[in-house]
Structures are given as C-alpha cells and as structure tokens.
C-alpha cells in the first residue's frame, strides 16, 4: 500500500511523486520561487512536460518521501 502526503508546495522538492485525485502520478523535475509563488515542473508517467505555478501554502499530494523547503 502506498503511502500518500499532504505536503505544502513550498515543501515540495525535485523528485517527488506528486498524485492527483483520478490517481495519475507526476514526477517533480524542478521547483522555483516565483514572486511570492512556487513554480513546480513535472513528467507525466508518459514523459510529457508539464508545469503548474502555486502559492507557498497551497496543498499537493505526495507520495511518501521527505520534506524540506526550498530556499526563499
């Protein structure tokens, strides 16, 4: 069974596993601070690129893993 996380975005870091409702999972491939915001680049299980911009608190799901924020 794997575990899942609810980790802020500004806790998100390259190489996690990021899950959605429908159950797709999203590999992280980098995390920038943009502003006040977090820019957060993905793969698809398909290998398609993907990116989404988030505020720092906003909430994702995670498989399993560490957290540790990225620098302000």
């Known amino acids: 069974m794997k575990t899942i996380e609810l980790r802020q975005a500004r806790h998100l ?9 429908a ?3 999203y590999e992280v ?5 943009i502003g006040r915001g ?3 680049q993905y793969l698809t299980s398909e290998g398609r690129p993907g990116r989404f911009t988030a505020a ?3 909430i994702s799901r995670v498989l399993g ?6 620098p302000a």
Request: hydrophobic fraction near 40%; avoid cysteine; charge should be positive.
């Open 13 to 21: 870091e390259v190489g996690d596993t990021l899950v959605n409702v």
């Open 23 to 25: 159950g797709h999972v």
């Open 29 to 33: 491939t980098k995390v920038t601070r």
């Open 38 to 40: 977090i820019r957060v």
């Open 56 to 58: 720092p608190e906003a």
């Open 65 to 70: 893993g560490r957290a540790t924020p990225i």
